[in-house]
């Protein structure tokens, strides 16, 4: 069964930084596109980022672009997501992702939605004005 652990939330300041962690077992790590989704009081769930297996490939939310930098350690079975110039508007639960067994990164890139799952309890991030 799939677990992922997500970890590094916390209170920062507006234009801080700070990087998460997600640490995946169950299934062969290196073999599926990864990906983070958040969460605000009261909002549906919202798509962040997503990494294809190998890493060589991201695929950003236009309100993350520029500001969020996903990656990802193979052989520590880990997904980051480096956050700076964090926003006000940033503050969510934060959960990581793991694509559906035998779907592509295109697919995963094209319908996040659709074909990342969340496996994990997620971690708070609160950025104050």
């Known amino acids: 069964q799939v677990q992922l652990v997500e970890s590094g939330g916390g209170l920062v300041q507006a234009g801080g930084s700070l990087r998460l962690s997600c640490a995946a077992s169950?299934?062969?790590?290196?073999?599926?596109?990864m990906g983070w989704f958040r969460q605000a009081p009261g909002k549906e769930r919202e798509f962040v980022v997503a990494?294809?297996?190998?890493?060589?490939?991201?695929y950003y939310a236009d309100s993350v672009k520029g500001r969020f930098t996903i990656s990802r350690d193979n052989a520590k079975n880990t997904v980051y997501l480096q956050m700076n110039s964090l926003k006000p508007e940033d503050t969510a639960v934060y959960y990581c992702?793991?694509?559906?067994?035998?779907?592509?990164?295109?697919?995963?890139?094209?319908?996040?939605?659709?074909?990342?799952?969340?496996w994990g309890q997620g971690t708070l991030v609160t950025v104050s004005s």
């Open positions: 992702a793991e694509a559906r067994s035998s779907v592509s990164d295109y697919d995963v890139f094209s319908y996040p939605y659709r074909y990342l799952e969340v």
């Open positions: 169950g299934r062969t790590f290196s073999s599926y596109a």
């Open positions: 990494i294809s297996w190998s890493g060589g490939s991201t």
